[in-house]
T-cell receptor, first 115, second 114 residues
Framework: EPEVTQTPSHQVTQMGQEVILRCVPI?????FYWYRQILGQKVEFLVS????????KSEIFDDQFSVERPDGSNFTLKIRSTKLEDSAMYFC?????????????FGPGTRLTVL | AQSVTQLDSQVPVFEEAPVELRCNYS??????LFWYVQYPNQGLQLLLK??????LVKGINGFEAEFNKSQTSFHLRKPSVHISDTAEYFC????????????FGGGTRVLVKP
């Protein structure tokens, strides 16, 4: 069964460093998402991406964040200058169809630790 | 804007006993409703979803949920749990019109004891 994959599973970085989290969505999916979950808190929406552009972003997704689909298979989340409060589990998700009725499929997550 | 509240952060339950996980939502527009499960060290997996029609929805692994519009609730139930049901369960909504992002509740950790 096709699945969303994410690499790395765990990333440790120093404050101020840039990180890139990678996701490979399901191959025929057209809509892509990033969510994050700070330890002990809710899963929060960061950004959605369709047709090579951001379709919606949350207040969390400020200028330090960017997303890209560089090669038609990968979907990346870049944090330019990490802060301690960026430490969280980051989930990538994808879905095939337009509309909220279609299921979003999630990857296993990347745990980001900022020291 | 929507919000989702899961009233129980942890639910211990004995094997073969029933379990109910509570979820209430708030939204000014019509929404779709979802339950996801997260097993240890894995991603979020869809258990079931309510789109329209019958208010009782059946999902995978013997779970079902009932949509109650007047109480804005979408509680999840299983009549008899197994050890393998130990996991965290998330209730989520998405707007019908916008049809995009999911808004999640805080999650309920279910611990099934032998």
């Amino acid at each position: 069964e096709p699945e969303v994959t994410q690499t790395p599973s765990h990333q440790v970085t120093q404050m101020g460093q840039e990180v890139i989290l990678r996701c490979v969505p399901i191959s025929n999916h057209l809509y892509f998402y990033w969510y994050r979950q700070i330890l002990g808190q809710k899963v929060e929406f960061l950004v959605s991406f369709y047709n090579n552009e951001i379709s919606e972003k949350s207040e969390i997704f400020d200028d330090q964040f960017s997303v890209e689909r560089p090669d038609g298979s990968n979907f990346t989340l870049k944090i330019r200058s990490t802060k301690l409060e960026d430490s969280a589990m980051y989930f990538c998700a994808s879905r095939r169809l337009a509309g909220g009725a279609d299921t979003q499929y999630f990857g296993p997550g990347t745990r980001l630790t900022v020291l | 804007a929507q919000s989702v509240t899961q009233l129980d952060s942890q639910v211990p339950v004995f094997e073969e006993a029933p379990v109910e996980l509570r979820c209430n939502y708030s939204s000014s527009v019509s929404v779709y409703l979802f339950w996801y499960v997260q097993y240890p060290n894995q991603g979020l997996q869809l258990l079931l979803k309510y789109l329209s029609g019958s208010t009782l929805v059946k999902g995978i692994n013997g779970f079902e949920a009932e949509f109650n519009k007047s109480q804005t609730s979408f509680h999840l139930r299983k009549p008899s749990v197994h050890i393998s049901d130990t996991a965290e369960y998330f209730c989520a909504v998405s707007e019908k019109a916008a049809g995009n992002k999911l808004t999640f509740g805080g999650g309920t950790r279910v611990l099934v004891k032998p």
